[in-house]
């Protein structure tokens, strides 16, 4: 069964305490993103990686850090240094070729205690 | 660096009834245009995408939209609804060369259909 899986689909954030969300997928594809979605802003783009062990500063990157070991996985921490971590995140994924269509993970709700 | 604008932040229609969502997008080079739809606590699925070619494009779920250049729009219609087209419809833009996969959103607008 392809495609992206992100987990938890809840997380609860402590103050001060950084948090890591999983996005992993199995379509073989280059590119991952990670965006941030508040109601009423659309979707924001946080980091971006277009082939493994490099990636790239979206629009929101601060309070933010991603790592790219593997060509399947792209966890994104939220950091204790992120203020208004309360969002929706999602993963998505692209083959790498010019102006291909982005693949959406189903999302992680991230909810601050 | 481009930008896009959804001009309707929500639009309620009854079923069967025509609809349009409307999305105008700025940017200094070529673009390529893509509506996305999004229900309640999921992801987003791609509706349609305008890369070249034809300007009416016709994407799943009887949608379709129309790229104008002159007036840098891409506005999405369906000519009748149904109560399960409700959910929140993205317009993004892709700006392509050293930029490719990097996507602009809308806002989104939020579509509900009346029974």
Known sequence: ?????Q???????KEGQNVTLSC???????????YRQDPGQGLRLIYYSQI??????????????VSREKKESFPLTVTSAQKNPTAFYLCATTPGRLQETQYFGPGTRLLVL | AQSVTQLDSQVPVFEEAPVELR???????????????????????????????????????GFEA??????????????????????????????????YGKLTF??????????
Request: glycine share 10%; with cysteine; net charge negative.
């Open chain 2, 23 to 61: 999305c105008n997008y700025s940017s200094s080079v070529s673009v390529y245009l893509f509506w996305y739809v999004q229900y309640p606590n999921q992801g987003l699925q791609l509706l349609l995408k305008y890369l070249s070619g034809s300007t009416l494009v016709k994407g799943i779920n």
């Open chain 1, 7 to 13: 987990s938890p689909k809840y997380l609860f954030r």
């Open chain 1, 1 to 5: 069964d392809g495609g992206i899986t």
């Open chain 1, 24 to 34: 992993e997928q199995n379509l073989n594809h280059d590119a991952m993103y990670w």
């Open chain 2, 66 to 99: 129309e790229f104008n250049k002159s007036q840098t729009s891409f506005h999405l219609r369906k000519p009748s609804v149904h109560i399960s087209d409700t959910a929140e419809y993205f317009c993004a833009v892709d700006a392509g060369g050293t930029s």
């Open chain 1, 52 to 65: 493994v062990n490099d990636f790239q500063k979206g629009d929101i990157a601060e309070g933010y850090s």
């Open chain 2, 106 to 115: 809308g806002q989104g607008t939020i579509l509900t259909v009346h029974p």
